[in-house]
């Protein structure tokens, strides 16, 4: 496995069960892989540090094909690899909710900086992106 941080591999920011299912080909450009590597360095690997357990990437890099299969949005960051959907290795809402108020509490200290925070679908995983000109430490979904 090619690590990107201590804690972070290539292979689970591009891994897709349904790419794979499905025969697609989800592997990033060089501008694409460089935006998941910020990622990581800038925002994942931090939070990992803080929380100091592991966590799980459910998804990052989604080429087009892919994200049309998963029903994401035309304008994901999902698609430029500037974004992930993380949940804790419990999956347990309560532990999630923890995950996500700890991020909170990172980017309001100034510890991080993100696009976006999003609970989903009341704590099942926590969305999260590198921040954009219109996106900058929006928090959705307290």
């Not at 591999?9 to 998941?36: C, F, H, K, V, Y």
């Not at 094909?65 to 698609?79: M, Y």
Request: proline share 3%; aromatic share 4%.
């Amino acid at each position: 496995m090619a690590k990107i941080t201590e804690n972070f591999t290539i292979e689970e920011m591009i891994n897709s069960s349904t790419a794979t299912r499905l025969g697609i080909d989800n592997t990033p450009t060089s501008d694409q892989m460089n935006n998941i590597v910020k990622l990581v360095h800038e925002i994942l690997q931090p939070i990992r540090d803080e929380y100091k357990k592991p966590i799980i990437v459910t998804s990052g890099f989604r080429c087009e094909k892919l994200n049309t299969a998963v029903g994401g949005v035309k304008t994901s960051q999902h698609l430029m690899g500037e974004a992930a959907d993380i949940r804790t290795v419990s999956d347990s809402k309560e532990d999630n909710r923890e995950l996500y108020m700890l991020i909170i509490d990172m980017v309001k200290k100034g510890m991080i900086v993100v696009g976006q925070i999003i609970n989903e679908h009341n704590y099942d995983w926590i969305h999260i992106s590198l921040p954009t000109d219109k996106k900058h430490n929006q928090i959705l979904g307290l």
